[in-house]
């Protein structure tokens, strides 16, 4: 597998590094395959409408060896939350494989105090770029 360096976006390495425990590792694969995206609208401080999205990505390699024997379902999902969404169809990134070296890295939280509960990828919509 090719790696790939990343952008990361509020964490320095050492909080990277600690966060994956013993294990040190964190697989990037060099391509992505999307297989759906979400989208919305959030209401700002300034009570104004903004729109969000995020594509729903597998590692095309791991997808399409997983697709060869009709169990591409057990790919594993990866999350790019898009930056500069302003409300475009995104229907025809659907089975598309994307580089993944102009993403960027942040960490999935969740609730309250913000619990890391994963890693997911960050993209600005214009520099996504099909192989």
């Not at 903004?50 to 997808?63: G, H, K, R, T």
């Not at 999350?79 to 960027?104: H, R």
Request: net charge negative.
């Amino acid at each position: 597998m090719k790696k790939t360096q990343l952008k990361m976006y509020g964490f320095t390495t050492e909080e990277i590094l600690k966060s994956l425990g013993d294990s040190n590792t964190l697989m990037i694969p060099s391509s992505v395959i999307v297989l759906n995206h979400n989208s919305g609208e959030v209401e700002t401080r300034d009570n104004k409408k903004q729109p969000w999205a995020n594509l729903i990505v597998a590692d095309s390699s791991e997808y399409e060896a997983l697709k060869g024997i009709g169990m591409e379902e057990r790919a594993g999902h990866i999350k790019v939350s898009l930056k500069g969404y302003n409300g475009e169809d995104l229907n025809s990134l659907i089975e598309k494989v994307i580089p993944t070296s102009s993403f960027g890295l942040d960490f999935e939280t969740s609730g309250k105090f913000k619990q890391i509960v994963g890693a997911k990828f960050i993209a600005h919509l214009e520099d996504i770029e099909l192989v």
